[in-house]
């Protein structure tokens, strides 16, 4: 009898210790999950949960908070207008591409409203967007790629082109610098193979040593070029946006 006592005492304790560490789990399984990561991913972590953007991403079901980048510098200055074709150079996860499709397709019964055409292209997958033509798995650096992107315009032009795009980033500040800088000149050479006259072009840049190159020759090939900073680019990162209207073939 006592032999039976003491075990059932010790199987009721066992539970209870089971509880205990359970309900300690649940309390603090977020804050053990961050203890976990490194202090970048943790200083990542903290910064994504106060970013006003991210949620409203969340909440007008943008794919991430970049999209209001975009919007921004469209609304104050005006590129994109329903029927454009656009290209989204570095298009993934796809945030700049559901700005686009919305933007360049007016909206409305008007059999007769202009359609729009939207490409993107990515090294990453992109997940599928109604309305818009994705290049995953694909290095823009390729020949063979850009044109693989002009075959997809209709009209095998087009008036504006977005580059949001960014390397890997090294930690080597002068080399990640100098392979974006790389980027922006093949979306240059890009435009100079399929963009309208009067197109028009906007790209990520960080702002540094390199930034007066690309500008040179943005301004040699645009009448209008602007450094932009629109209020969702972080105030602590050196990203700036180029944007050159009226593109001028000769
Ligand atoms: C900041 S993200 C773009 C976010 C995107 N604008 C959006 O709103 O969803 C930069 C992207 O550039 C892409 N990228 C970098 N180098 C590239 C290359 N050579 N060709 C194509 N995409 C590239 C990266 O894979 C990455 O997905």
């Known amino acids: ?37 490194t202090p970048a991913e943790q200083r990542w972590l903290s910064r994504q949960l106060r970013d006003p953007y991210v949620k409203s991403a969340r909440q007008q079901n943008f794919r991430c908070r970049s999209a209001f980048k975009l919007l921004e510098i469209d609304e104050k200055h005006n590129i994109l207008k329903p029927g454009n074709s656009v290209i989204d150079c570095g298009a993934a996860p796809g945030a700049w591409s559901q700005v686009a499709v919305d933007r ?19 090294l990453l997958h ?73 197109g028009t072009l906007l790209c990520k840049f960080w702002d540094g040593t390199n930034s007066r190159i690309i500008q040179k020759r943005l301004t040699e090939l645009f009448r209008d070029v602007k450094t932009l900073k629109p209020a969702a680019s972080r105030k602590e990162s050196s990203e700036i946006y180029f944007l050159a209207k009226h593109y001028r073939t000769s």
């Open 104 to 122: 360049v397709n007016a909206t409305g019964f008007d059999p007769d409203a202009p359609v729009g055409f939207v490409v993107g292209v990515d």
């Open 1 to 37: 009898m006592e032999a039976r006592r003491w075990l059932l005492s010790r199987h009721v304790a066992r539970r209870q210790g089971d509880m205990i560490s359970w309900v300690w789990h649940c309390l603090f399984h977020t804050t053990v999950e961050q203890l976990k990561k």
């Open 126 to 198: 992109i997940p599928p967007l109604d309305g818009a033509v994705f290049l995953p798995h694909s290095d823009l650096l390729e020949p063979t790629v850009q044109a693989r992107i002009q075959e997809s315009l209709p009209t095998g032009m087009a008036q504006v082109i977005l580059s949001d795009m960014a390397p890997n980033a090294s930690g080597i500040r002068e080399l990640d610098q100098q392979r974006l800088a790389e980027l922006c000149l093949c979306v240059v050479g890009l435009a100079r193979k399929v963009l309208s006259p009067g």
